[in-house]
């Protein structure tokens, strides 16, 4: 599908070899959780996903969108990083708000920093978030239930799905288009990264328009339509009613011997 889309070049998939079981029994051993079936029967299949794709422009590829998901190896908890080896260093865990609104019917509770909840990155977003693996209840146990979170540049918490296996789905039907994880936010993508929506993914960037009214719809970057020359209509003027020849003549020296006469006696005077 990429490949036959208008522009786009340099489609790359990385492959990789399914993740050893030992591998995977190892991470839960070290996190002390479980992984989710869906999840670990990806890992047993291929040991991450990397997928990239450029359009050109001028003739020269620029690359645009990446589909990643980390390896079992990087699978890392989130806050366990070295960047901060000064004692008494600020941490994740002191964003915590208790005053922060807690789940209800229609918004599901937000992880935690702290212990309360486990976090692994999933994808990293080329830096414009990260996209983690969630395991809301940790304590007194670590429980099985786990979510798809995305945590923006400002540390904002968004839901995106229950399971692994729905987000593969988006992130697959989303083409990896940069920011394209902010459409589930209040805020949405960036007005640049909605242009390359409009461009490559205009039915998933206006739902909420399809949704009020089908034939609203109207993808305005169509290339085809872009690129078409436009034939203008020319505008025929009316001419006033012409005179005959001999006529035209007549008034035409009459005119000439005037101005000549008007000529000859101002240079008298």
Request: charged share 25%.
């Amino acid at each position: 599908l990429l490949e036959t889309s208008p522009g786009v070049a340099e489609v790359t998939f990385v492959e990789k070899e399914p993740a050893e079981r030992h591998t995977i029994i190892s991470w839960e051993q070290k996190n002390s959780c479980v992984l989710p079936e869906d999840l670990k029967n990806f890992y047993l299949m291929t040991d991450g996903f990397q997928m990239t794709w450029s359009v050109k422009t001028d003739d020269t590829p620029m690359p645009l969108g990446s589909m990643v998901i980390n390896s079992v190896s990087k699978l890392c908890r989130l806050g366990d990083s070295s960047m901060y080896t000064l004692p008494n260093a600020p941490t994740l865990a002191d964003l915590e708000d208790d005053t922060d609104e807690e789940g209800n019917g229609e918004k599901p509770e937000k992880p935690h920093f702290d212990s309360r909840s486990l976090i692994f990155e999933l994808d990293p977003c080329n830096g414009n978030g990260k996209v983690c693996l969630v395991y809301k209840q940790a304590k007194p146990v670590v429980s099985l239930d786990t979510e798809i979170w995305f945590l923006d540049r400002a540390l904002y918490w968004h839901f995106l799905t229950k399971t692994f296996t729905a987000y593969y789905r988006l992130l697959i039907t989303h083409l990896g288009l940069p920011q394209w994880q902010y459409a589930f936010t209040s805020y949405g993508v960036s007005p640049q990264a909605k242009q390359w929506f409009n461009m490559y993914k205009p039915i998933t960037i206006n739902t909420a328009l399809l949704s009020e009214e089908a034939d609203s719809f109207v993808n305005k970057l169509d290339p085809n339509k872009v690129f078409k020359s436009k034939n203008k209509t020319p505008v025929i003027k009316k001419k006033p009613p012409s005179q005959p020849a001999g006529s035209q003549k007549s008034h035409t020296s009459m005119t000439s011997s005037k101005t000549s006469s008007l000529a000859g006696n101002s240079s008298r005077k």
